[in-house]
């Protein structure tokens, strides 16, 4: 079956958020699927503490996934756009793009504890979302 909808995740570096972001609605979505793009200056890889917190808290690899700038064909293709930052850092879009903005601290610096708490957090909001954009999804 082809997706329905195309969501892009949006955050400064693209190297920890968005693609974790990214890489869990991937993993939780039959329908749909997701992109995530740097709004800045794309990283140079993908954060390996982002990799393996992602892997040992909920078992989903990302390992594969790279920093992408953000561009205009990426804006214009998505069915949703969602800024994963916190107001110091956040990308912002110009008002036609309609992009939700969900609050979500920088996890570099925090400690252990708090990263998982925080991805916790993020990965709940990412399976609410799918549950909206796929309501017969079954937990």
């Given at each position: 079956?082809?997706?329905?909808?195309l969501?892009?995740?949006?955050?400064?570096?693209?190297?920890?958020?968005?693609?974790?972001?990214?890489a869990?609605?991937?993993?939780?979505?039959?329908?749909?699927?997701?992109?995530s793009?740097s709004?800045?200056?794309p990283?140079?890889?993908?954060?390996?503490?982002a990799?393996?917190?992602?892997k040992?808290?909920?078992?989903?690899d990302?390992?594969?996934q790279?920093?992408?700038?953000?561009?205009?064909?990426?804006l214009?293709?998505?069915?949703?756009?969602i800024?994963?930052?916190?107001?110091?850092?956040?990308?912002?879009?110009?008002?036609?793009?309609?992009?939700?903005?969900?609050?979500?601290?920088k996890?570099?610096?925090?400690?252990?504890?708090?990263?998982?708490?925080?991805?916790?957090?993020?990965?709940?909001?990412?399976?609410?979302?799918v549950?909206?954009?796929e309501?017969?999804?079954?937990?």
């Amino acid at each position: 079956m082809p997706f329905m909808a195309l969501v892009l995740f949006i955050c400064k570096e693209n190297a920890y958020r968005s693609q974790i972001a990214e890489a869990i609605f991937n993993s939780l979505s039959k329908r749909n699927r997701a992109i995530s793009a740097s709004g800045a200056e794309p990283s140079m890889e993908v954060s390996r503490d982002a990799i393996m917190l992602l892997k040992k808290m909920y078992g989903i690899d990302m390992s594969g996934q790279k920093p992408k700038r953000l561009t205009g064909e990426m804006l214009a293709s998505a069915s949703k756009i969602i800024t994963v930052c916190n107001p110091e850092d956040c990308v912002l879009l110009p008002k036609k793009y309609n992009a939700e903005h969900w609050n979500v601290p920088k996890f570099e610096g925090m400690d252990e504890e708090d990263k998982e708490k925080n991805l916790a957090r993020l990965y709940a909001m990412v399976k609410d979302l799918v549950e909206k954009l796929e309501p017969f999804m079954r937990s």
